[in-house]
């Protein structure tokens, strides 16, 4: 009985974080987001508050279908679907390309109109519909580092009701997988999903270059020299000449806004989901924006979904616990960005980091977590004490020598 209480065994479940308070000079209300739309200064001109609802608002009403996901996917390389006339990135390799390489390679070149440029879901036949059929039924979550193979696959299993991906991403990868995978999907109720790769506009931000360079010979600057370069034919990305302003941080950027985003969209969807599409190697749970998106989804109460690779990935008999392990020391002070800036600035919104990494855990282990099924033969009294350990060792950190 004292091991349980020390291990925390009957403690509350978690600390509660409130992530959206943090944002409280930029994440208006939503019911602010929604009258906001002619909100102006006294001297005429726009508040900043309304550049940023309207953004906000923006990014709400885009989407794709997992029809076009797949008919974009089977343009991709020369060895699928398309024909050579029709092919895009040619470097494309199923079981290499990164989701960085076909955003580089070929979202941003085909979302490019005259000397400006949109988002890829702006370009597709639907865009101008109306606001309520484009409007997104599901979040999705994911880390650009991984195969974009696994990205579509997770969409796919997903839409399919499916538990997991692995299956769809070898068919994906075979010569008509796609075009076969797209008459199954067509017999699925429509879903459309919210996918930044193709939702955020790349020409209002990294399009004509790849950030500062970190230190030559530091871990950063290998990754940053990773994210510019072709991970197949090791070319550097061509990069785009438009003319489309840029944005990293303000009212109009359009790659810091997924916390008001989730808040209107549940305003507006009620049936809103979040799917989490993890990595066969669990870098989402390591990138900075991710974890972001995880916690404040979690503090929402959207429903989330994970897809791995396969159920059997954090299987309790296998010998190797090197992913457990790595997730139940899971820091957001480690966690890593293409940008420094940005992972400077997720953290600056960290009140706590401690209680934050607490949530964190909660989020992946928790009762409500996402791996929740795929831990549940571990033992409770042994998952007590590692949390216990976890947490004697933050505070011996925090204390100092």
Not at 109 to 123: E, I, K, Q, T, W
Request: glycine share 6%; proline share 4%.
């Amino acid at each position: 009985m004292c091991l349980f209480f020390i291990c925390g065994f009957f403690q509350p479940e978690r600390p509660e974080l409130c992530l959206k308070k943090q944002n409280s000079t930029r994440n208006t209300a939503t019911s602010q987001i929604l009258d906001d739309d002619d909100a102006s200064s006294p001297g005429g001109q726009q508040s900043s508050a309304s550049f940023w609802n309207k953004t906000v608002q923006s990014l709400s009403e885009r989407s794709l279908e997992v029809e076009e996901l797949l008919e974009f996917f089977g343009r991709l390389g020369l060895r699928h679907d398309a024909s050579a006339a029709e092919a895009v990135m040619p470097s494309y390799d199923p079981w290499r390309s990164t989701t960085n390489d076909v955003v580089r390679g070929a979202i941003i070149p085909l979302a490019r109109a005259g000397n400006c440029g949109l988002a890829y879901a702006d370009c597709l036949p639907g865009a101008r519909a109306s606001t309520s059929t484009t409007l997104p039924d599901c979040m999705v979550s994911h880390t650009w580092s991984a195969l974009f193979l696994d990205l579509v696959a997770a969409v796919v299993a997903d839409a399919l009701e499916l538990d997991e991906y692995g299956k769809v991403a070898q068919r994906l990868a075979e010569p008509g997988g796609a075009q076969k995978l797209l008459q199954e999907v067509r017999r699925k109720s429509c879903q459309r999903y919210w996918i930044c790769a193709f939702c955020v506009n790349q020409h209002a931000g990294i399009c004509n270059g790849f950030g500062s360079e970190p230190t030559p010979g530091s871990d950063q600057h290998s990754r940053w020299d990773a994210g510019r370069r072709d991970t197949v034919s090791g070319d550097l990305f061509k990069l785009c000449s438009c003319s489309e302003p840029k944005y990293f941080d303000g009212p109009l950027c359009e790659m810091n806004k997924f916390d008001g985003m989730m808040g209107l969209l549940q305003h507006r969807q009620p049936n809103l989901r979040h799917l989490v599409a993890v990595d066969r190697r669990f870098e989402l749970f390591s990138r900075a924006w991710c974890v972001a998106e995880l916690v404040q989804s979690y503090l929402s109460n959207l429903p989330q979904t994970v897809l791995l690779l396969s159920n059997r990935a954090l299987d309790v008999q296998a010998e190797d616990l090197e992913t457990y392990n790595c997730l139940a020391t899971l820091t957001v002070l480690e966690c890593k960005a293409s940008r420094e800036d940005d992972r400077l600035q997720i953290l600056s919104r960290i009140p706590d980091v401690h209680e934050f990494d607490v949530q964190l855990q909660a989020v992946i282990f928790g009762s409500r977590g996402l791996l929740r099924n795929a831990l549940a033969g571990f033992d409770r009294v042994d998952a007590a004490a590692r949390a216990a350990r976890r947490a004697a060792s933050a505070a011996a950190a925090s204390e100092g020598p």
